[in-house]
């Protein structure tokens, strides 16, 4: 088990201008040593109750296209692809494209 003083993961969603929407942008890591154990879902879970509290009615984010495990989280949580963007970034020198969900 961690040290209770020792992050293993982070989750950020920065307030969009306008209230009612809030997008996440490469905001979620969990440490590679405690994946698969439930703490991104424990991190949305805590979005979740914040984005309710708070009025939010709309939360997307954008992931890379071959992060797996990322979409399969979000898919998991109920977000659906929106949109492609093709070659939105450049992962290990080649063009990958990202996924609005």
């Not at 009025?55 to 949109?83: I, P, T």
Request: glycine residues 8%; charged residues 30%; aromatic residues 6%.
């Amino acid at each position: 088990a961690p040290d209770r003083d020792e992050v293993v993961g982070f989750l950020s969603a920065p307030a969009q201008p306008r209230r009612d929407l809030c997008e996440l942008r490469a905001v979620i890591g969990i440490r590679a040593t405690h994946r698969r154990q439930g703490i991104g879902t424990r991190l949305f879970a805590a979005l979740f109750d914040w984005a309710r509290a708070s009025g939010v009615q709309r939360l997307s984010l954008r992931v890379e296209a071959n992060n797996l495990a990322a979409r399969g989280l979000y898919e998991k949580l109920g977000f659906v692809v929106e949109e492609v963007i093709p070659q939105a970034v450049r992962i290990d020198g080649r063009l990958v494209d990202d996924l609005v969900m």
